[in-house]
């Protein structure tokens, strides 16, 4: 039997493992794909602290992922080997109403790559065709696999929250999901677009990619700036961090008739007066979870029309092998830190 090295998680609150496993099997309408890309992502991290539960372990982690197909199971159409590939990664049962509807995300059968199933820090992986999306060759692997989160994820929430042309629109937390928010926003056509971050570096980059201001709450009285930027507040406030204090600020700076989204894992209690936060104000407040299949044809034509600038947003390749290092690098917020990727030849 064949085998590859995948790096698993095999306790809570451990580093990852490098594991010699076997290389799976394709079976019907399944694809094998070499792994060539994975983003490390601040889920990761929650995996790995227990913050959010993986349902099995050992499991292999990773769920930003693109690749190149190997081979095709049985019933596999419209795709070939050497096809360049990235990963909706939520497996889902593909038939239910939520599924046939573009509301993949709510299928209540879903699996999620690298948390509930093996994912992407791994050499290889099976996965059924209609997750995999094709890609030209203008685009690197690297970015790529950015595209199925850091990229989708924002895309989805802006979607959701519905930003229109002239918008005000404020990004909180210029990391991974928010450099790319940043310019989706801008793509969706919003007027101002404001990037809020206590990292100087980070903001700095928010505006190389289009934020028109920029928010330092070290530094600003945050909720002053914006209103008087906006004129009394943001049309859509996205809330990309996951802490109770900047849930609570996205709600505050957002205007009179404007809409919340949050995106950030908080699982914490927030306190909210129904009266002043969202009748007086008739806001909005929503939830945006993950993706949906729908939305992977309009960002890699995004990408491939080089509407997305990705330059920015790969801040280093690792090899497996370093895959640990990464994950701390990513807690310890080291260096300029967008987006770091395990990388294979
Ligand atoms: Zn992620
Ligand atoms: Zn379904």
Redesign the pocket.
């Known amino acids: 039997m064949k085998t590859m090295r995948a790096a698993q998680l095999t306790k809570p609150g451990r580093p990852l493992e490098l594991i010699e496993v076997p290389i799976p099997r394709p079976g019907r309408g399944e694809i094998l794909l070499k792994v060539k890309a994975a983003g490390i992502c601040s889920s990761d991290l929650h995996y790995q602290d227990g913050r959010s539960q993986v349902t099995k372990l050992p499991i292999t982690l990773g769920h930003e992922i693109a690749g190149e197909v190997v081979e095709c199971g049985e019933e596999v159409k419209g795709l070939k080997a050497g096809d360049r590939v990235c990963l909706f990664y939520l497996v889902?049962?593909?038939?239910?109403m939520?599924?046939c509807t573009g509301n993949?995300n709510y299928?209540?059968?879903?699996e999620m790559l690298g948390k509930n199933i093996d994912g992407g820090f791994a050499e290889y992986l099976v996965i059924p065709a209609r997750n995999a999306f094709p890609f030209p060759e203008s685009i690197p692997y690297s970015q790529a696999a950015l595209l199925t989160d850091a990229v989708a994820t924002p895309f989805h929430a802006l979607t959701r929250a519905g930003v229109k042309t002239g918008d005000s629109v404020l990004i909180i937390g210029i990391g991974g999901l928010g450099l790319h928010a940043v310019q989706i926003a801008k793509i969706m056509g919003a007027g101002q677009v404001i990037a809020m971050d206590l990292d100087r570096d980070k903001l700095d980059l928010a505006q190389k990619v289009g934020a028109t201001a920029t928010v330092n709450p070290r530094q600003d009285n945050a909720l002053e700036k914006i209103r008087t930027l906006t004129g009394g507040g943001a049309d859509v406030a996205a809330e990309l961090i996951g802490l109770p204090e900047t849930v609570r600020q996205a709600i505050d700076c957002t205007a009179v008739g404007g809409r919340t989204v949050i995106v950030g894992i908080c699982p914490e209690e927030v306190g909210i007066s129904p009266y002043h936060d969202l009748l007086l104000k008739e806001m909005t407040l929503l939830g945006s979870a993950d993706q949906s299949r729908i939305d992977f044809p309009v960002i890699i034509e995004l990408a491939a029309q080089n509407r997305l600038d990705m330059s920015y947003s790969v801040a280093r390749e690792l090899p497996l092998e370093e895959v640990n290092r990464g994950l701390e690098m990513l807690r310890e917020k080291e260096e300029n830190i967008v987006r770091l990727v395990v990388s294979f030849p």
């Open positions: 889902t049962c593909g038939e239910c939520a599924c993949d299928c209540s059968e879903a």
